[in-house]
C-alpha cells in the first residue's frame, strides 16, 4: 500500500492539569480507533505539550484500504412467494441495499439458506476523510469542564486556535472545523510564546522548527530533562530533592521548555512544621522541596517555562516573594496556635461546624469514632485509653489558624498541638491512606484510629442515603472502604459488621447492615486484585468477618489455578442437587481401601489445629491423592443406597472442610 507521512497539531489555549490529568491517556487509543474504524490501519505517534495535541506518522495509508462487505437477507423458505415473486421481506432488503434481485445470491447463515449479497467498496483517499475523523475525534475528548468562547455553538476544554494538518507533506484545509470552532486556519505553526510563527511545507522542519524555538514536544524528554536538572542542582548545592512523582507529572504538563531553578528562602521559616513549608512550596506553588543532612532545606526548586536566561533572576525574585509572603503568614497562624490551642479533651466548638447535612456536627462525629474505637479494642483485647483520647482530639485542630489557611494539614497540625507525645502519630495518621496505593499507618493504634474515623463516614452516609452509584463517589466512600481493608489486613484485626453495627445503632439514624457489609464485599476485587469470582467463593463462606474474609479470599486465590482446584470442584459438581440424608459416616459400610483411607485421613484432618485460611488451603492438600484414587476406583452412585449415601457423605465431609474456606465451584477462571 502507498503510504507518506501525516501531521496533526492542534493548537490550544494552555490546558490546565486538571484536564490534562482526566484525559491525556485516553486521547491516542482515541484517534488510533477513530481511524480503524475508517478503515485506515495504522497506529500514530503522540506527542503533546500543554499547548499542542500531536499525532504523526510517517507510514500513512494515502487510501483507505478495500474491503468486501456480506449481507444476510431473510431465509430462503420466505423470501419468495409461491409464484416466485420476491416477498416483502426481499423487497425491504432489495430497497435498504439499493440493488435489484438479479444481484442476489444465496448462502448458509445459521443453517439456513438465505439472500445473500456481497458487495465491494473500494478504499477512498484518506486525505478527504480525515476532516471528519478529526472532527468525530474533538467530539470524543472528555476533559472534564468545557467552555465557549465568541460564537462557538460546540464547547471545549480551551479554545481552538489553529488545526494544522499535513499529509504527504500537502497542507489540508479543514473548513468545516475552522467553521465549528471559530478559528482561522493557517499553514503557520506556533513555537514558544517568546518566539515567532512560521509556515511549515514540511514534516521534518516541523519538529526542528520547535526545537529551535523552545517546544520540546515530547512528554517523555521533557520529564527526563526535569530530572536531569534536578540531579545537577543536587550535585551542585549537595542537597537532596524531594521529587514527588504528581507533582512531576504536573510541571511537565505546564510547561514546553522547562528550566529548573533553584532559590532560598529565609532560614527563619524552617521553625515552621516541615509539612507547612512542603505544602506552601508544592500544592500552592509547584516548588520541590529540598533536605539537606535528612532535614527540610531552605531551598527550593522551581520549574520556569523561559527560554531567556537572562530573566532567571527576576523569576527567581518574584517566586521568593510570593513564597516569603505565604511562610511569613504561615509561621504567624502556627505562632498563635502554639499560644491558644490547648488540647485536653475534645471542643466543644466543634458542635458548630456540620459534618454532613443530616448527619450532625464533627463534635458527634467524634463521639461516633470513640464508640467504634471501643468495641475494635474490645474484640482485640488492647487497651484503648490513648486511642480514645486521640480520636478525642483528633478534629480539634479544624478550629485553628493553620488548618483554616492551610486545610491540607488537617491531622497533621492537631499532632504538633498534641501536648501528649503518645499520641500525636495517632493524630498525624488519621487520615491514611490519603490515596489509593498511599501509605497506611504506621501503627495497630493509629489504624483503629483510622478505621473507626472512616467506617463511621461509612455508616453515617448510608444512614441518610448517600450511597455511590456508577462512577459517582463525591464521598470517596469506595476509597475508603478499601482504605479499611487493607489496614485490617496489614494489621491482623478482626471487623465483624454484623457484630459491632447493633452496638452503635443508637448513634445513626439507621444502619443496614447487609447493604454495608455488600458494599464493602464489592471493593475487595479492587482492593485485593483478584479476579470477582474468587471473591464470590469467599463470600460463599458466609464468612462475616472482613479481615477473615479477606484472609479466605487471598488463600483461594493461591489455589484459583492449580490441579487441585479442579478436583475439588468435582467434589462440588459431584454433591450438586444432592440431599444429605444420613448423619454420620458408617465405616462399616466401606469396601475399599480407598474409602478407608481417606476416611482415616479425614479425621485426622478433623483434628488438626488450624489457625488461617492458608493455613488450611495448605493443610488440605493431603486430600490431593487419596481423592484421585478414591474417584478412579470407587464408584459413588451404586444401586445399595447405604452404601451410595454413605460415600457422598463420606465426600460431602471432606468438602465442608474446603467449605470453610470458600465454595471452590464458584471460581471460574
Known amino acids: 500500500m502507498n503510504t507518506s507521512t501525516l501531521l496533526i497539531e492542534f493548537f490550544l489555549e494552555e490546558l490546565p492539569f486538571s484536564a490534562i490529568k482526566k484525559e491525556i491517556l485516553n486521547v491516542h487509543s482515541k484517534f488510533n480507533k477513530l481511524l480503524n474504524e475508517n478503515n485506515i490501519n495504522v497506529d500514530l505517534?503522540?506527542?503533546?505539550?500543554?499547548?499542542?495535541?500531536?499525532?504523526?506518522?510517517?507510514?500513512?495509508?494515502?487510501?483507505?484500504?478495500?474491503?468486501?462487505?456480506?449481507?444476510?437477507?431473510?431465509?430462503?423458505?420466505?423470501?419468495?412467494?409461491?409464484?416466485?415473486?420476491?416477498?416483502?421481506?426481499?423487497?425491504?432488503?432489495?430497497?435498504?441495499?439499493?440493488?435489484?434481485?438479479?444481484?442476489?445470491?444465496?448462502?448458509?447463515?445459521?443453517?439456513?439458506?438465505?439472500?445473500?449479497?456481497?458487495?465491494?467498496?473500494?478504499?477512498?483517499?484518506?486525505?478527504?476523510?480525515?476532516?471528519?475523523?478529526?472532527?468525530?475525534?474533538?467530539?470524543?475528548?472528555?476533559?472534564?469542564?468545557?467552555?465557549?468562547?465568541?460564537?462557538?455553538?460546540?464547547?471545549?476544554?480551551?479554545?481552538?486556535r489553529n488545526v494544522f494538518t499535513l499529509i504527504d507533506n500537502e497542507f489540508i484545509e479543514l473548513k468545516n472545523i475552522e467553521k465549528k470552532y471559530q478559528f482561522l486556519q493557517a499553514q503557520l505553526i506556533y513555537p514558544h510564546r517568546s518566539k515567532s510563527p512560521k509556515t511549515i511545507n514540511d514534516i521534518n522542519d516541523y519538529f526542528e522548527f520547535l526545537k529551535q524555538n523552545g517546544v520540546i514536544y515530547s512528554q517523555i524528554e521533557r520529564k527526563e530533562l526535569i530530572l536531569n536538572q534536578i540531579k545537577s542542582i543536587e550535585t551542585e548545592k549537595n542537597i537532596k530533592v524531594e521529587v514527588d512523582p504528581l507533582l512531576l507529572d504536573e510541571v511537565v504538563a505546564i510547561t514546553e521548555y522547562p528550566n529548573a531553578l533553584y532559590g532560598e528562602f529565609d532560614r527563619k521559616f524552617l521553625e515552621l512544621p516541615s509539612?507547612?513549608?512542603?505544602?506552601?512550596?508544592?500544592?500552592?506553588?509547584?516548588?520541590?522541596?529540598?533536605?539537606?543532612?535528612?532535614?527540610?532545606?531552605?531551598?527550593?526548586?522551581?520549574?520556569?517555562?523561559?527560554?531567556?536566561?537572562?530573566?532567571?533572576?527576576?523569576?527567581?525574585?518574584?517566586?521568593?516573594?510570593?513564597?516569603?509572603?505565604?511562610?511569613?503568614?504561615?509561621?504567624?497562624?502556627?505562632?498563635?496556635?502554639?499560644?491558644?490551642?490547648v488540647q485536653n479533651d475534645i471542643d466543644c466548638s466543634l458542635k458548630n461546624i456540620e459534618f454532613i447535612q443530616d448527619s450532625g456536627s464533627i463534635f458527634d462525629k467524634v463521639n461516633r469514632e470513640i464508640n467504634i474505637a471501643k468495641a475494635i479494642c474490645d474484640k482485640l483485647n488492647v487497651d484503648s485509653s490513648d486511642i480514645i483520647q486521640a480520636i478525642s482530639i483528633s478534629k480539634n485542630d479544624l478550629l485553628s489558624e493553620m488548618v483554616g489557611e492551610f486545610g491540607e494539614l488537617q491531622g497533621v497540625m492537631?499532632?504538633?498541638?498534641?501536648?501528649?507525645?503518645?499520641?500525636?502519630?495517632?493524630?498525624k495518621e488519621q487520615y491514611l491512606p490519603l490515596q489509593e496505593d498511599s501509605a497506611l499507618p504506621s501503627t495497630l493504634q493509629s489504624a483503629i484510629v483510622s478505621i473507626s474515623n472512616r467506617l463511621d463516614s461509612v455508616i453515617s452516609l448510608f444512614a441518610i442515603n448517600k450511597i455511590p452509584s456508577g462512577s459517582k463517589d463525591p464521598f470517596a466512600l469506595r476509597r475508603a472502604c478499601s482504605g479499611i481493608i487493607k489496614m485490617l489486613i496489614k494489621f491482623e484485626i478482626p471487623l465483624n459488621l454484623f457484630e459491632i453495627l447493633p452496638q452503635l445503632e443508637s448513634s445513626y439514624k439507621g444502619i443496614d447492615i447487609d447493604k454495608i457489609f455488600k458494599f464493602f464485599c464489592e471493593r475487595l476485587e479492587g482492593t485485593?486484585?483478584?479476579?470477582?469470582?474468587?471473591?464470590?467463593?469467599?463470600?460463599?463462606?458466609?464468612?462475616?468477618?472482613?479481615?477473615?474474609?479477606?484472609?479466605?479470599?487471598?488463600?483461594?486465590?493461591?489455589?484459583?489455578?492449580?490441579?487441585?482446584?479442579?478436583?475439588?470442584?468435582?467434589?462440588?459438581?459431584?454433591?450438586?442437587?444432592?440431599?444429605?440424608?444420613v448423619d454420620s459416616i458408617d465405616r462399616e459400610l466401606f469396601e475399599y481401601d480407598e474409602e478407608r483411607v481417606l476416611f482415616s485421613i479425614l479425621e485426622e484432618f478433623k483434628a488438626l489445629d488450624i489457625a488461617t485460611p492458608k493455613d488450611r488451603i495448605e493443610k488440605l492438600l493431603v486430600f490431593k491423592n487419596p481423592l484421585q484414587n478414591f474417584f478412579d476406583n470407587v464408584m459413588i452412585n451404586v444401586e445399595d443406597n447405604k452404601i451410595r449415601e454413605n460415600r457422598i457423605l463420606l465426600v460431602y465431609s471432606i468438602y465442608k472442610e474446603f467449605f470453610k474456606v470458600g465454595d471452590i465451584k464458584e471460581i471460574s477462571f
Open 414 to 427: 492537631g499532632s504538633y498541638y498534641a501536648q501528649n507525645n503518645a499520641l500525636k502519630l495517632m493524630i
Open 275 to 341: 509539612e507547612v513549608i512542603i505544602t506552601s512550596m508544592k500544592v500552592n506553588q509547584k516548588y520541590f522541596a529540598t533536605y539537606k543532612n535528612e532535614k527540610i532545606n531552605n531551598g527550593f526548586i522551581v520549574i520556569c517555562n523561559a527560554m531567556d536566561e537572562s530573566a532567571f533572576d527576576c523569576i527567581l525574585d518574584g517566586n521568593k516573594r510570593v513564597l516569603k509572603a505565604r511562610l511569613e503568614d504561615a509561621l504567624f497562624f502556627y505562632k498563635n496556635d502554639l499560644n491558644s490551642f
Open 528 to 581: 485485593l486484585c483478584v479476579n470477582q469470582s474468587v471473591i464470590n467463593a469467599g463470600i460463599k463462606s458466609n464468612q462475616k468477618d472482613l479481615y477473615q474474609l479477606s484472609m479466605q479470599i487471598i488463600a483461594l486465590n493461591s489455589l484459583a489455578n492449580s490441579e487441585f482446584r479442579n478436583l475439588f470442584k468435582r467434589i462440588a459438581n459431584i454433591l450438586k442437587n444432592t440431599q444429605i440424608k
Open 45 to 160: 505517534d503522540f506527542f503533546w505539550t500543554p499547548r499542542r495535541l500531536i499525532f504523526v506518522s510517517n507510514n500513512f495509508p494515502l487510501m483507505q484500504e478495500d474491503k468486501m462487505i456480506e449481507y444476510f437477507g431473510p431465509p430462503l423458505s420466505i423470501a419468495y412467494d409461491d409464484n416466485g415473486n420476491p416477498s416483502d421481506a426481499t423487497n425491504s432488503f432489495l430497497k435498504k441495499l439499493n440493488i435489484s434481485k438479479n444481484d442476489l445470491s444465496t448462502n448458509t447463515k445459521n443453517g439456513k439458506e438465505c439472500l445473500y449479497y456481497k458487495a465491494f467498496i473500494k478504499g477512498k483517499q484518506t486525505k478527504y476523510l480525515i476532516e471528519d475523523i478529526i472532527l468525530d475525534f474533538l467530539d470524543s475528548l472528555n476533559f472534564g469542564k468545557s467552555m465557549q468562547w465568541g460564537n462557538v455553538e460546540s464547547s471545549f476544554i480551551r479554545p481552538i
